[in-house]
């Protein structure tokens, strides 16, 4: 059963403009969330991240909104460019689990058109 | 530049031929992972070792082991693979209380 779910696979934006992806969890005991990218041959490089305490993380270009209540977070990217191209995972932290487990959801492609 | 570096980046191993892939890490972080990722799927966790502690997930199989001969090392060895086992494997490390990973750039495993 997936605990951290990208329900998009794939996402196309306009070079310029913003680029929302999503990711829905399951376990209410996570409390911390990363977003890493992901270029092809490539490991996934830390983006952003998230504390539940929280409901907002801005990074320059990058923003990351988590709603509680509705166990979802958004990644905002504003304004987006052609390097922005890469595969987007949403990972969470159990805190039952300790700070080595993180549940990664299947990613988004996320396609940025110049 | 720190860094965590996998080889070798492609493995070809036939059916049930053992085959060892390597991490190693300038980063000097404690906690090393490893993780598969099959096509389109999210990366799973394989085991990891905080130190020189080992820690395997409850559903890896058997057929995985790993070691850590020192800081900057470890390695994942596949006793048997098989077809269900090629996939993309990366090797991360962390420092003790960190939740972000540093990433390694994988070894993609071919059973043939």
């Known amino acids: 059963d997936q605990q951290v779910k990208q329900n998009s696979p794939s996402l196309s934006v306009q070079e310029g403009r913003i680029s929302i992806l999503n990711c829905d969890y399951t376990?209410?005991?996570?409390?911390?969330f990363l977003w890493y990218k992901k270029y092809p041959a490539e490991g996934p490089t830390f983006l952003i991240s998230?504390?539940?305490?929280?409901d907002k993380n801005e990074d320059g270009r990058f923003t990351v909104f988590l709603n509680k209540s509705a166990k979802h977070l958004s990644l905002h990217i504003v304004p987006s460019q052609p390097g922005d191209s890469a595969v987007y995972f949403c990972a969470a932290r159990d805190s039952g689990a300790g700070s080595y487990q993180l549940t990664f959801g299947k990613g988004t492609k996320l396609s940025v058109i110049p | 530049d720190a860094m965590v570096i996998q080889n070798p980046r492609y493995q070809v191993t036939q059916f049930g031929k053992p085959v060892t892939l390597s991490c190693s890490q300038t980063l000097n972080h404690n906690v090393m992972y490893w993780y598969q990722q099959k096509s389109s799927q999210a990366p799973k966790l394989l085991f990891h070792?905080?130190?020189?502690?080992?820690?395997n997930e409850a559903d890896t199989p058997d057929n995985f082991q790993s070691r850590r001969p020192n800081t900057s090392f470890c390695f994942l060895d596949i006793r048997s693979p098989g077809l269900g086992d090629a996939a993309m494997y990366l090797c991360?490390?962390?420092?003790?209380?960190?939740?972000?990973?540093?990433f390694g750039p994988g070894t993609r495993l071919t059973v043939l």
């Open positions: 998230i504390s539940s305490i929280k």
């Open positions: 376990n209410s005991m996570f409390d911390y």
């Open positions: 070792y905080y130190d020189k502690d080992f820690n």
């Open positions: 991360a490390t962390s420092s003790s209380g960190l939740a972000s990973k540093f």
